[in-house]
């Protein structure tokens, strides 16, 4: 596509977009908020999208929290948003799990956040490492054989602020040693707004960290796989030619949407710049583009 096929969000377009769509799916970070602080209109926006009838959906690929993590969240932040509108990435880690008849007895190691952890609770899995492996420490000195669950059928890695070489050698010898071991990662991006001022490094950095020690490459459940798709249209019953992709992300947000046939809406308030989206490099182009969600609700009231 030729960056020229991408459209600004207008009062001559955004009409015809308004009515073909039924339902609207929005990312999270750099679009609902940064951090713990929403970005301006996101509210009004969202209520105004109900009040005409439209679904809306939140598909995240921070894996740091549950679905009830995150209904929680919303919750704090003022907007009224339940659990089954809701797909978080490490939802789609378990799903993927129940999904390929993965054995129960079977523990699953994560290298991530309580997100994981619960989502596979939830799902009847056993969950070991996360936040538990916080603190926990290499002594080369003592030359010790490192020891791992022989048992662990698959590794599922995540955002994790407390990554540390503990977790990185179990995890690596689970997926090299234990017979059959799957490599899951709940997405790989590179960067993201955990705060409201500045970008972090991303689950990405995690998982070629064991992508590095393994040689493997791991199977990517969260955004731009479309594997979470299936599950959500499953539960809203509206064609993917009626949704529309709302995010921050050309090669996440905006693909997942391309690769499940939505409609898609790349806004400026988190890690893509205008800038980027026109550099002659990008070959992902959204269908329409605008600053932040809340321009939807200043076109509505035009």
Partial sequence: MSSSQAQPLSVHNFKDLFHSVEAFLFDCDGVIWKGDELIEGVSQTLHMLRSNGKKLVFVTNNSSKSRAQYALKFQSLGIPVSQDEIFSSSFAAAMYLKVNNFPPQNKVYVI?????????????????????????????????????????????????????????????????????????????????????????????????????????????????STFMMDFLLKKFNVSCSKMCMVGDRLDTDILFGQNAGCKTLLVFSGVTTQSALEDPSNNIQPDYYTSKISDILDLKEA
């Fill in 112 to 224: 991530g956040g309580e997100g994981i952890l619960e989502e596979l609770q939830l799902a009847g899995f056993t969950g070991v490492g996360g936040p538990g492996d916080a603190n926990k420490t290499i002594d080369f000195k003592q030359n010790k054989f490192f020891e791992h669950d022989k048992s662990v059928g698959a590794v599922v890695v995540g955002l994790d602020p407390n990554i540390n070489y503990y977790k990185l050698q179990y995890g690596t010898l689970c997926i090299r040693e234990n017979p059959g071991c799957l490599f899951i990662a709940t997405n790989r991006d590179s960067v993201g707004n955990m705060t409201s001022l500045q970008e972090w490094p991303g689950a990405g950095c995690m998982v070629a960290a064991i992508c590095g020690s393994t040689q493997k490459e791991p199977i990517v459940v969260g955004k731009p």
